[in-house]
């Protein structure tokens, strides 16, 4: 048993990586997989409490455990409000959770775009409970880069799920307003994007300077929360961006059955936030 | 710059502080008080992203940075429900932020039962921000055990706020039926009790046995939850029990000015519980 090298979890930003003075902390088991790819360092090590966890460049992206927190929360609040999700783009999200979600959905298509072919791999390697997924035919895995993926694609879509990484290294360009207009320009009317934003506590700043792009470019942009255990103070920010779909006024969802975390009252619920948080994104940067 | 001997932070069961395989970690960058009263060990440090931090036991109780998540939702959700609430009893919370919190409403009268008074003195000394709190003539400190305090008081009250550490040690009497019997005994009509019940994910067995008996006391007795970075998991439960209000049906909320964390959405939200909790509480033991 040794002791992980990474001490601070998943998506922090790089200054707190390097001297971190709190965090989470998981002794490893056993090490399934170490490689690296052109991109960045990828690890699947087992811990007592969470079973299988995937790193990368140290961070936590996802465990065994607690995965299912993070992935309803992500896929289903846009997925729930829109009446007939057919085509539904996935920007990361190489583990396969994501797609898991979505495909509990009566979609017709799937595409999973992730930069890196090697996180795929490993996951459909070590994390078994997401084999059957990347089998499904209404799945499309496409290895390229989320930002130049979405300049040349001619289709359109119902639902888009940025499952990124930080803005750090090959993500930053993710987090940024170009990339959330061109997102916009291949949304179906009535369309929804739903974005990973960061740690409630920890990116305040992130969340206060995309809220002023996000205004301008769509009708409706709210930050919702969701806790994730193993993420840097454990609750999660998501921001939900539509033209048409305010989810505060949503009277339908479509939930499908079997989910452990996600229901009517968890959406209407996650889209309440604390004073501190919603007084910062009033102030906006 | 140590590092912290607590690798497990608050109130994490006995066998899993033991043997932790994961949790949060804190630096020390200098230690302000250490010592020891007939209860338990009591230590309050500096970290650099959380500033003051009070460990019992090894165990993180809170910290400056984020007490106001935890102390905000044990004390605004009861406080905010009661129209009048004149007469308030805490139990525990020797650090005086729950007793900050109810001081906010225009109250007659509080009492802090606190076990140990040696968390009071070094909180006094250490945290500067409570203070004044402990001066405040409404306040009544008394160094007493909760359980034999409700045994003999006379008086009764409108809210009991239990701002206890977890089922191990001095306070297992706290969790256990019999001790929300006397409190019930001492509720004036209408009166509404909340208290402290564990972490979200690691508490689970608990809160199942709990509800089991708090159904048969009780009209009304929700859990609720609230985010508090640096308790394990990041996300914490609360009961809310009461005779009279039931939580889904307040209309009017009396919130304090100035509140970093509660709101009117907030306290709605906070009701609503993801699936594998609420198929748990169902269930029971």
Request: hydrophobic residues 40%; glycine residues 8%; contains cysteine.
């Amino acid at each position: 048993m040794k002791t992980n090298r990474a001490l601070n979890a998943k998506k922090t930003e790089a200054r707190e990586y390097q001297t971190p003075a709190s965090g989470i902390f998981f002794t490893v088991k056993d090490v399934l997989y170490e490689g690296r790819s052109k991109f960045q360092r990828i690890e699947i090590i087992r811990n007592k409490d969470y079973g299988r966890v995937l790193l990368i460049d140290g961070l936590v992206q996802t465990t065994e455990r607690d995965e299912f927190y993070y992935h309803e929360m992500l896929v289903h609040p846009a997925m729930a409000s829109h009446a007939r999700p057919a085509k539904v783009l996935i920007i990361g999200g190489g583990d396969g959770g994501a797609l898991r979600e979505v495909l509990k959905h009566p979609v017709k298509k799937v595409w999973l775009v992730e930069i890196d072919g090697k996180v795929i791999e490993a996951c459909r390697a070590h994390f078994p409970g997401l084999k059957t997924t990347f089998r499904d035919p209404r799945a499309e895995l496409v290895v390229a880069d989320g930002n130049v993926f979405i300049d040349k694609v001619r289709e359109t879509f119902d639902v888009i799920l940025v499952d990124s990484s930080d803005p750090v290294g090959p993500s930053t360009v993710l987090h940024q307003e170009s990339f959330y207009r061109k997102l916009k320009s291949k949304l179906n009317p009535g369309g929804i994007i739903a974005a990973q934003a960061g740690s409630l506590m920890l990116h305040l700043d992130s969340h206060a300077r995309k809220s002023v792009f996000l205004k301008k470019i769509f009708r409706h942009s709210p930050l919702y929360l969701g806790p994730v255990p193993t993420y840097p103070v454990g609750t999660w920010c998501y921001n939900f961006l539509s033209d048409k779909i305010d989810p505060g006024k949503v009277r339908t969802l479509y939930v499908p059955d079997g989910l452990r975390y996600f229901n009517p009252d968890v959406y209407r619920a996650s889209f309440a936030l604390p004073n501190f948080l919603a007084e910062r994104l009033k102030k906006g940067k």
